[in-house]
T-cell receptor, first 111, second 117 residues
Framework: GNSVTQMEGPVTLSEEAFLTINCTYT??????LFWYVQYPGEGLQLLLKATKADDKGSNKGFEATYRKETTSFHLEKGSVQVSDSAVYFC??????????FGSGTQLTVLP | DAGVIQSPRHEVTEMGQEVTLRCKPISGHDYLFWYRQTMMRGLELLIY????????DSGMPEDRFSAKMPNASFSTLKIQPSEPRDSAVYFC???????????????FGQGTRLTVV
């Protein structure tokens, strides 16, 4: 079946530091890949997505590239802000409609 | 659109009581999902519907859990009887079938935090 393995947290960074959160997946066929963000007390919000190999999803300074050869979709941001503190989830959607989520990575950015 | 609306936001109930969680999906969306989030198990898919029909309920933990979608604008998740281990945040999400089969995204509600004491 489908699975997503995500870098374990928590991750603590200083403001303006570079962020990488690793994500690898196992799936048959050609899944779509997503990063969702969850702020405290809120539901999940789509951050970015990529639907085919070599696609780069980007939003709010975050980027992730769909790497089929390494089955990865690592999340990066060049300069994090305090407001980026949240839990980040990597997810995939295969041939069925439901999302399979990673375990989530808690990010805390200190001023 | 107001997004996916869940109610209540918080629910505290005693063990053995019946609990009903409610969800209104985004208008026009044809898929509806129920997820449960806990620290131990992360986000788990419980059940999902397509055009009001349950497609996959393999994630429903026990017979105490049931879900219905009587129409396109409403779904319920019921736990009867509730137990302390059911304490979690329950999310509802909806999505639509876009122009490409793989190009849909799920929109989540704010969740219901359930505490069973």
């Amino acid at each position: 079946g489908n699975s997503v393995t995500q870098m374990e947290g928590p991750v603590t960074l200083s403001e303006e530091a570079f962020l990488t959160i690793n994500c690898t997946y196992t799936a048959t066929g050609y899944p779509s890949l997503f990063w969702y963000v969850q702020y405290p007390g809120e539901g999940l919000q789509l951050l970015l997505k990529a639907t085919k190999a070599d696609d780069k999803g980007s939003n709010k300074g975050f980027e992730a590239t769909y790497r089929k050869e390494t089955t990865s979709f690592h999340l990066e941001k060049g300069s994090v802000q305090v407001s980026d503190s949240a839990v980040y989830f990597c997810a995939l959607r295969g041939s069925a409609r439901q999302l399979t989520f990673g375990s989530g990575t808690q990010l805390t950015v200190l001023p | 659109d107001a997004g996916v609306i869940q109610s209540p936001r918080h629910e505290v109930t005693e063990m053995g009581q019946e609990v009903t969680l409610r969800c209104k999906p985004i208008s026009g969306h044809d898929y509806l999902f129920w997820y449960r989030q806990t620290m131990m198990r992360g986000l788990e898919l419980l059940i999902y519907f397509n055009n009001n029909v349950p497609i996959d309920d393999s994630g429903m933990p026990e017979d105490r859990f049931s879900a219905k979608m009587p129409n396109a604008s409403f779904s319920t998740l019921k736990i009867q009887p509730s137990e302390p281990r059911d304490s979690a945040v329950y999310f509802c999400a909806s999505s639509y079938t876009g122009t490409g089969l793989m190009n849909t995204e799920a929109f989540f509600g704010q969740g219901t935090r359930l505490t069973v004491v």
